[in-house]
């Protein structure tokens, strides 16, 4: 059997982070009782006209730049003519052949290699409304999502894209700029992110493109990588058996994790795409450009190199620190408050990490404060609490949201500095453990010797200054 080689181009759409829909007054916001946010221009009523959302604009330029796009200065929208129930005018506003962003690209990492993907454009639309199938015959359609102001990005032709790993680290990697730049919420669970993989493979070594098949609307990583995944070697198995590929577009289904069949693909002549009649052309300025350039925040590469050069961190945990704005705002944070980024590195990929997804949360919503968090930590570095105190302290912290100082007060987790007492402690700890003093003294296992300092910590509750009790036990170990 011939070996396959997979070739993806990827669609994404990105929901725009804007207070009104795109091209009417309507809230532009997820959920809400269905068809409550609709007026006659979304709706398609006769006699009705849009009005452009300068802001979602803004956007489209704003990603173009991230993505290292050519912006073009007239930019023009189109009716994209098509009937679905979720499309109340039967046409969407969209852009066809002069969208706002061209030939761009994206930078993406794969098992240590960087790989560059290229962008064929940026465009900005309104979105459709939202089908809800129920038991039975019955659908039912919800038109709050309807003018939702969309951008769609694309990856170029030829496919840069041959893996599902490929795939997954390009959608990651757009999906961090995107929240990055503050133009979309990035949450996939809710479509506001939405991917469309197009799916060929071809035997290794042909330069020649199989036929694509486009699974709609994956809205997570996962089922993007399993999805592709899942094509590839079903395209492969019927080509293997004489088969030929259909050009369609297959739905992902995540119970069964297999793609079905739902329409045939649509060809670009089906669309009769012509300039939208009711809005004037886009004259794009350089001022109006620059003006938004000069407004870019520092773009998740950058930081993530910042990172690694300023606060001597991994390359490791950077890109993982660097995987959202909210996320990497809260690091910097905490160091510029604690003066201690690599403790701040472990502290909050390690516990705090464990804590948010135990209890499914997100760093904007953490309960514990970066202040808090750098508080903690400048009271392990000053000896006031131990390491394994902070443990406990740190789930305090997430389950009170209280300061740190205060809990150390109330719960009385202050380090115990007496050298009396630790005296006192170290001790009883020899007299309990003979054995083990004599295989230290006598027999030279000295590895033997972080026994006796776990047990001198277990009967301070954690509190004994580390220091001190290493420093009695060796004094005792030395007579």
Known sequence: MPEYEPVVGMECHAELLTESKMFCGCKNEFGGEPNTRCCPVCLGM??????????????VIRTSLALNCTINRDAKFDRKNYFYPDLPKGYQ????DFPIGVEGYLDVEVNGETKRIHIRRVHLEEDTGKLFHVVGDESYVDLNRSGVPLMEIVTDFPPDIHSAEESRAYLTKLRAILTYIGVCDGKMEEGSLRCEPNVSVRVVGSETFGTKTEIKNLNSFRAVYKGIEYEVERQAEVLDSGGKIAQETRGWNDAKQITFSQRSKEVEQ???YFPEPDLVPLEITEEWIEGIRASMPELPDARRARFIADYGITSYDATLLTD????????EEVVKESNDPKSAANWLMGDLMRLLNANSGEIGTCPIRASHLATMLRRINDGTISGKIAKTLIEEMYTTGNDP??????????????????????????????????DI???????????????????????????????????????
């Open 46 to 59: 006769p006699g009705s006209l849009p009005v452009m959302n300068k802001k979602a604009v803004d956007h």
């Open 93 to 96: 506003i969209s852009e066809y």
């Open 270 to 272: 089906e669309y009769r």
């Open 324 to 331: 959202s704005r909210a996320l990497s705002d809260y690091y």
């Open 405 to 438: 100082d205060a809990i150390i007060e109330e719960k009385g987790w202050k380090t115990v500095k007496d050298t009396g007492a630790i005296q006192a402690m170290v001790e009883k700890v020899f007299a309990e453990n003979p054995a083990i003093v004599a």
């Open 441 to 479: 003294k006598e027999k030279g296992l000295v590895q033997k010797r972080g026994f006796l300092v776990g047990q001198v910590m277990k009967a301070s509750q954690g509190k004994a200054d580390p220091q001190e009790v290493n420093r009695l036990i060796d004094a005792l170990l030395a007579r």
